[in-house]
């Protein structure tokens, strides 16, 4: 399992830097062509303590992947988590 840790500003993903990429800006990626990937890895939910999905992308040109999160002004902020891995990309 992967290991985040917050340090400063800066998210930190089994030691190296993580940026994080609400569902907008990875439609504007799909708008702007920008070649991209996505994968699932399984962590636990701080709320409720249960194992759950979380969504990491990582795009063409950038250093580091990106974790999914809601947009801090329409809603929390949080990572986003799924109870069951979903079948399709995020968008």
């Known amino acids: 399992m992967y ?3 917050n340090v400063g500003k800066t998210i930190l993903l089994d030691g190296k830097p993580l ?4 569902p907008a800006g ?3 990626w799909i708008e702007k062509g920008i070649p991209h990937s996505y994968r699932y890895d399984r962590v636990r939910d ?3 303590g249960r194992m759950k999905y ?3 992308y990582e795009k063409d040109g950038a250093d580091v ?3 999914l ?3 801090p002004d329409s809603g929390d902020g949080r990572v986003i988590l799924f109870d069951q891995k979903p079948d ?3 968008e």
């Open 88 to 90: 399709a990309p995020v």
């Open 54 to 56: 979380r969504c990491l």
């Open 65 to 67: 992947p990106f974790v």
């Open 19 to 22: 940026s994080l990429v609400t």
């Open 26 to 28: 990875v439609e504007g």
């Open 69 to 71: 999160v809601n947009d």
């Open 46 to 48: 701080p709320l409720d």
């Open 3 to 5: 290991e985040v840790f």
